[in-house]
């Protein structure tokens, strides 16, 4: 201790009361040498007139005896505010056990110290302070949204923790929707998975198909936020996340799966652009949403090549969402056959090779099998064409999507005995089976027809054209 706790015997005593805290500060410091963090701050703030009595900025979680000192050096005053130097005679603190380590130290001096959970005029100040560090309004935490509850917040947490260990985005594309219900017989929400492009991991979950479109076509980011309102939760760095969560994390020890995986929640409308949260209703769906999505891509769609599998599922939820159920659908808003009661389904035996695997679901029998082996393959060599071209591999995931969507196509609508490239010219084909049974969304169209027209190219490159005008 640097203060004489004797001296402050002599100070006048007022009928003043305290608050003092010592938590985490709503802004961050940024070295150029570690990580960023964040300090810790000591405030002590007159309770009925809210002067700032105090700030003290400490890098490491101070201790009782750190705080004790910051309290004597308050009522010792400084040079600029001699006239102030008193006791008080009470001081709130808004951590228990501080408040138990602090009680014999200040009831030697007269001074009673209590335990209060919250301290509004302390709280306040610090939003006050935020605003002044970070330049902006301060973000609301999501215990702040009205019937939001300290368990559908820690739901909400572990969903984005497992989500981002499983990385669903790993296997399907962030432009193929998936048909959302919660609950299964209530209105329909569509998902897209993010992260396949490696930028941005998370989910959002859009009111239609033509939202997404919307979306997937605009050429400015901020333009579909003009336009229509949609939910996100992106993983990203703390630094991106409202102070209150992250202090709720500490408090409540809430799941993160990696310093890059704190989920920010946010809800974008015509009116508001990105500044919205969601309700608490929307927040049990992102929550439900991201629990099962996972298993649903890697286990039923299984797009590890290609276009995903259709599929339905219907999955039960934890308890925070009251024994409720969700079900999802690929292709969005396919007609599609009913599932077993056993809605976990079981997946089918893994194919001997890449081939086998990208063709499984193109053929009936033996002689169908041939057909589709040979397209599949040389769908194949195409895509091999296509990536020693120098395309992004992001760009190649797409093409080979539609590819597989292709050759389905084909082995189903076509009709052939035979196999030659020379069935791929004459296209794009199959536009109206590929909006009925994949996708109606203008921009997952478009892709289609992209990648069959350079299909077409690749085949008369091969000389195929005279076999195709014989036909």
Known sequence: MTSNPDKLHSLRQGKATWQCTARRAPFWIMP????????????????????????????????????????????????????????PARIFVDDAKLAQALTPRLAELGIRCDYRATLPQTNSALLELEEHATKRKPIPGLLSIPSVTIPLAAELYAAAADYYRQKPWRCMENWLPIEVRYPPDGRARYALVLGRGGEVYGLSLYESLEDVDIVLSSNSPDQ?????????????????????????????????????????????????????????????????????????????????RGMPRPAQATYSLPGVHGGQKIALRFPAEAQLTPLDDDTTGSSTADQEDDLEEFIQDWHGDEASHEIARQMGAFLFQFLDHLEASGLSRQTIRKHSSNCWCIGWLECGYGYHDSFTPAIFLGGPSYEYEFRRKVSDSKYALNSYRATWRKLERYVLSLGYEEEYEES
Not at 53 to 82: A, C, S, Y
Request: hydrophobic share 40%; proline share 8%; with cysteine.
């Open 32 to 87: 150029k040498d570690r990580p960023p963090y964040r300090p810790f701050i000591i405030l002590v703030i007159d309770q009925d007139s809210e002067l700032i009595h105090k700030t003290d900025i400490q890098e490491g979680r101070p201790t009782p005896e750190t705080v004790l000192e910051v309290l004597f050096k308050t009522m010792q005053g400084t040079l600029l505010n001699l006239g102030h130097r008193s006791r």
């Open 224 to 304: 579909p936020a003009k336009q229509i309102s949609w939910l996100s939760l992106v993983l990203d760095k703390a630094t991106g996340m409202s102070f209150a969560d992250l202090d709720a994390i500490e408090q409540y020890g809430w799941p993160v799966a990696g310093e890059n995986a704190c989920p920010l929640v946010f809800k974008a409308t015509p009116k508001s652009g990105w500044g919205e949260l969601p309700s608490a209703s929307e927040l049990a769906w992102l929550a439900a949403a991201l629990r099962v999505l996972p298993d649903f891509v890697t286990r039923h769609l299984r797009a590890e």
